[in-house]
């Protein structure tokens, strides 16, 4: 499976954006997601993951009621909506994908980052 983040850009502390990690291949349905992201100087972090039907979702406690992650798989993507957005979710968010479960960790499949910058 390949695929391809865009959305990011810049927003003010407070507002919202939406990213879309778009899908190739007719296996994505059977394709858990997670977003993650790294900030400058700082390891890539888990963010928000979602199972292959959609009916589990994660979260790392740090975006938990702020972030939402979703997806249509009738057209492979999946979705991360993140509001109340703060400077220190400045970064460069990727999405990944694995067979299974969803889990925090063991991505193989990645796709390249979209910046998302929060000026305060």
């Known amino acids: 499976v390949q695929l391809q983040a865009s959305g990011g850009g810049l927003v003010q502390a407070g507002g919202s954006r939406r990213l879309s990690c778009a899908a190739s291949?007719?296996?994505?349905?059977?394709?858990?997601v997670g977003w993650f992201r790294q900030a400058p100087g700082k390891e890539r972090e888990f963010v928000a993951g979602i199972s292959s039907s959609g009916g589990t979702t994660r979260y790392a406690d740090s975006v938990k009621g702020r972030f939402t992650i979703s997806r249509d798989n009738a057209k492979n993507t999946v979705y991360l909506q993140m509001n109340s957005l703060k400077p220190e979710d400045t970064a460069i968010y990727y999405c990944?994908?694995?067979?299974?479960?969803?889990?925090?960790?063991?991505?193989?499949?990645w796709g390249q980052g979209t910046q998302v910058t929060v000026s305060s």
């Open positions: 990944a994908a694995r067979s299974g479960v969803v889990t925090t960790q063991g991505y193989p499949h």
């Open positions: 291949g007719r296996t994505f349905v059977n394709y858990a």
